[in-house]
Nanobody, 129 residues
Framework: QVQLVESGGGLVQAGGSLKLTCASS??????????MGWFRRAPGKEREFVAS????????SYADSVKGRFTISRDNVNNTVFLQMDNLKPEDTAVYYC????????????????????WGQGTQVTVSS
């Protein structure tokens, strides 16, 4: 079963930065044509949308809570997706998940969990105050 694998999580102080990376777990899944997204689940909370990017990179979407601080990008040649997280806050502490859209070729950047069909196992991000 194709899965995605996230890396780059860790412990950082408030105001610091981290860059998350998402790739195919076995290198067999091509990201071409798929919208890609990042979600997170904080302790005791539901998983929520963070950011997404269309396959063409022409469209991106962000949760209000991360706008201006997080940047999503992708490298379609190397099948990787990134989430640059700057000015981190303690409330950003969560497990971050990468996901690929169910459909291919859409010009939009999906934001609903039901729009995504392939998920990673998550990487922990902890921001200390």
């Amino acid at each position: 079963q194709v899965q995605l694998v996230e890396s780059g999580g860790g412990l950082v102080q408030a105001g610091g930065s981290l860059k998350l990376t998402c790739a195919s777990s076995d290198g067999s899944f091509s990201f071409i044509g798929y919208g890609m997204g990042w979600f997170r689940r904080a302790p005791g909370k539901e998983r929520e949308f963070v950011a997404s990017i269309s396959w063409s990179r022409r469209s991106s979407s962000y949760a209000d809570s991360v706008k201006g601080r997080f940047t999503i990008s992708r490298d379609n040649v190397n099948n990787t997706v990134f989430l640059q997280m700057d000015n981190l806050k303690p409330e950003d502490t969560a497990v971050y998940y990468c996901a690929a859209s169910r459909s291919r070729g859409s010009p939009s950047s999906p934001t609903l969990q039901d729009d995504f069909g392939t998920w990673g196992q998550g990487t922990q991000v902890t921001v200390s105050s």
